[in-house]
């Protein structure tokens, strides 16, 4: 039902767009409330698509006359789908889909669900009430959820202190806002280092010499105006602290150079009064645009009050008098115990006070335009600032920085010389179109972050099966800042909270134990997926009270009240414990940060332990042909064109093949068309192969070639299982298409004239088919009735296979190697001559100091010692080796050769003699391998029976595993 809540979440803000249209094309008399779904410009004009919403839909296939109906939210639910449900059937997936759903209110079953979860939620206090900061749609009127916004998921408030400077003597540009007190405000992230505010920063043009505007504004205190940048404005409006909530007071606009030299009453801070100097560098994105500066703990603020000392130029250019500069100095604020880089490991640590001033020094940065190496002293400087400094100064002097930060921002706020503040940490798009900001409103909130519910989760996701480390982590970083989150709206599709019914709970909170109501969906509903017929059970939404769940999923006595008879609750209830826990939870990477997290939380709140969810695999996006899919770009394809231009099975080919990880998996064009004649091809062996049982070769498989082929299968289906296990989809496709095809293909081929095993090539074909099923189901079910069977393929189990023979596998891997070596002289030896006749010397054992190398490996390999640089530089003082120093030449490079080999096959490098015999190998396939070579003639003897000192000079040495 995932898909569900998608269409559910854009059709708030797709419904103003959709009723304007709709009026004007077909005259349509729905009337509009202008406090809801009241949009600047569609979610396809916020992602600058082309078109509007009309036209969007009429793109889809949506007939024109039924397009004015999409105006209402809920139609959207009772549209898509069923189109839904009629894609994923002809996709080929196997859904129970008595159990389907929709959400939101909707469904009267699914609403008394999710107001019984909260009612539990409420009832162990993971819920309260206040005023909070949220990320907020000024648009849309209410809280801006992740799965309400165009961009900037996972984006939270970023909280602030605004220093409040008052501004001393107005100048010429403010004169109409004489009578009022005048502050600038400057957001901080550190208020426990205003005492060392030299000046104040403001940005006087932009990067290409435009002017920036600041705006004079009125706040929520009489006769108090503020100067600061408009975002910052729109973030105060929301915040209480304008005169009327969501709407800025402007006075005036102000050129940021006409506010340069302005004086300056700064709280905390020696200097009466600082003043405004000119910073290129500021961001009117971020904070205020206004800067408080720090020099002595804030590198960027010691370089650019430097630069302003030191050049007389950059003084005139802006304007800037001495006296606002030349006298002040830094003022210590923080001791540091500051190491250079350059420091040797154990030397201790030099105590200063302006660590700003020491790091510039170190890294050698030459100005405020010195970014990098600004970047690498700020670094050092905040982070030795905050976890190690300690105040020198001010009433919480000797007290640690972490712990008088709170203090001071207290301190400064209690004594009016301050506001709490926030914004968006980053960027945020509501669907609506609109830039969100952070507002503080009354709200709902679930109480995630608490410490005992929290350790609770912890505990539980280490024994969980998340498939890997980079899920792992990314959960662990979410529970490590996850906090209270706004679980209630002011409107829109949802269930109401149920004890304050002016709220709506969004959607990312009415759905984290959904999965549970799976379980009986089937017995409460029927037929739509809205709940609208009611199901075998014959139970009325109504009628399932908080007892009634509780006797369900909690194992509470069987409820009194109630009109339903125990034996129809003990169906649902045997169906939820039959089915729960969830074993295995399939979700997107991006939900880590919150529906996963949140779906761990809850069940921890509401089910015993046991109940807890096992497992958790998450994926990526997909990419189409290496690129975001984009309806803007056109690199976009619906789930109905790739059925009808690949196929399912073709489609699903190439999506098992698109990747694994949690990196985006990319859905080729290419790689669909190749899947296409893949099968097709496959399909065609399969027919050729029924068509000629007859002339195949029967009796047991129990030619060299054929118990090969057998080990292959085995190792493959082996393989196979164990992707399957790890849900690595590509790599089953590697190991149960394309490495089990080739093994075919070489059976095929070795076999020669005496054909292949009929028994053992149609149970390569059945076992084949049976592990791919679950991606090409329909071209499976076709191959396994044209093998006779008489049921479906989906009833048949996974292939018995037994174990792979090792022994089997080293000697396929000998012969591809001796095959691939063989290749590679003879086609070299034809670049100089014609080559038709070729002969291979086997050696049965290594020669006499060959042998004593091995063992002296083997025995240190045994007595658990390493091959490092000093046991090669001390080989040869091995008293075993003493016997063999004529041949040091030779020994060393021998070993150096073994241990490269060790480090590809182990132990098995070390041994005196190979395991099988290697001349009936390459005898038993003397045809094939002179097929593979172009040759005429092939001789395999043995390398102690060549006595021709010529060629015995010439050739390299045979030893056991390596002919020559």
Known sequence: ?????????????????????????????????????????????????????????????????????????????????????????????????????????????YDSFISWQFEKLRKKEKVSFGKRYSVFSPCDGQICADHDRATGEGVGPQEYTLIKMEVMELPPCMEALKGNR??????????????????????????????????????????????????????????????????????????????????????????????????????????TGVVTSVPSDAPDDYMALQDLKKKPALREKYGIKDEWVMPFEIIPIIEIPYSLDSAAPDAAPVVTDVAAEVACEEYKVASQNDKDKLALAKAKCYKLGFYEGKMCIGDFKGMSVQDAKNSVKDQLIASGGAYKYAEPEKEVMSRSGNECVVALTDQWY????????????????????????????????????????????????????????????????????YMAYYTFAHLLQKGPFDGSVTGDANILAPELTEDVWDYIMLNAPPPHDTKIPLATLDRLKNEFHYWYPVDLRVSGKDLIQNHLTFFLYNHAAIFPEEMMPRAIRTNGHVLLNGEKMSKSTGNFKTLKQALEEYSADGMRFALALAGDSNEDANFE????????????????????????????????????????????????????????????????????????????????????????????????????????????????????????????????????????????????????????DARSKVEKARTKATVVRSTWYLAERFVDWQEATLNVLQATHDAGGGFDKD????????????????????????????LADFDVRGAEAFELKMPFDEKSILADSIEYLKKELGLEELEIATWGDLKDEAMLKKLQPATPGKPT
């Open 1 to 109: 039902n995932t898909m569900y809540d998608e269409d559910a979440a854009e059709a708030a803000d797709l419904a103003a767009a959709a009723k304007a249209e709709a009026a004007a094309a077909a005259a349509s008399e729905v009337s509009s409330d202008p406090t809801k779904f009241k949009a600047a410009k569609t979610k396809s004009a916020a992602k600058k698509g082309k078109g509007n919403q009309w036209q969007t839909l009429e793109s889809m296939g949506i007939p024109r006359d039924i397009i004015p109906r999409f105006v209402d939210p809920v139609y959207w639910l009772q549209y898509f789908p069923p189109i839904a449900k009629d894609d994923l059937i002809a996709m080929g997936v196997k859904v129970d889909w008595r159990r389907s759903f929709i959400t939101t209110s909707v469904n009267p079953y």
């Open 182 to 287: 005048v502050f600038l405000l400057a957001a901080t992230l550190r208020p426990e280092t205003m005492y060392g505010q030299t000046n104040c920063w403001m940005l006087p043009h932009d990067k290409s010499g435009s002017d920036v505007y600041y705006g004079c504004y009125r706040t929520h205190v009489p006769n108090e105006v503020v100067v600061v940048g408009e975002r910052a404005a729109q973030n105060m409006a929301f915040q209480e602290l304008s005169p009327k909530f969501g709407e800025v007071d402007l006075i005036c606009t102000v050129k940021g150079r006409d506010l340069l030299g302005l004086p300056l009453d700064a709280p905390f801070t020696k200097y009466k009064p600082i003043y405004t100097l000119p910073m290129l560098t500021i961001s009117m994105k971020k904070g």
């Open 446 to 513: 679930i109480k995630y972050g608490e410490e005992h519910w929290k350790a609770q989760v912890e505990a539980h996701m280490k024994k969980m099966n998340l498939y890997n480390d980079d899920v792992r982590t990314r959960f662990e970083h979410a529970l490590s800042w996850l906090g209270e989150w706004g679980c209630s709206r002011s409107f829109g599709l949802g269930t109401l909270l149920p004890w304050d019914k002016q709220f709506v709970i969004e959607s990312l909170s009415d759905s984290t134990i």
């Open 669 to 820: 064009h290419a790689v669909a068309n190749a899947a296409i004649l893949k099968l097709t091809n496959e399909l065609t062996f399969i027919k050729q192969t029924l068509a000629a049982q007859g002339d195949l070769r029967s009796g047991p498989p129990n030619t060299f070639v054929d118990r090969v082929f057998e080990n292959e299968i085995k190792r493959y289906i082996k393989s196979a299982e164990a992707c399957y296990e790890l849900m690595n989809y590509r790599e089953v496709v590697v190991e149960a298409w394309d490495k089990l095809q080739n093994a075919r293909d070489k059976y095929r081929a070795m076999s020669g004239p005496v054909g292949m095993n009929r028994d053992l090539i149609m149970a390569f074909i059945e076992k084949e088919t049976l592990i791919m099923s679950p991606f090409i189901p329909h071209y499976a079910e076709h191959v396994w009735s044209l093998l006779g069977h008489t049921d479906s393929v989906l009833n048949a189990r996974w292939p018995e296979s037994g174990d792979a023979d090792p022994i089997l596998i080293r000697q396929v891997t000998y012969f591809d190697k001796v095959l691939s």
């Open 871 to 898: 046991f090669k530089k001390t080989l040869m003082q091995r008293p075993e080796l003493a016997p063999f120093k004529a041949h040091s030449k030779n020994l060393m490079p021998f070993a150096a050769y073994v």
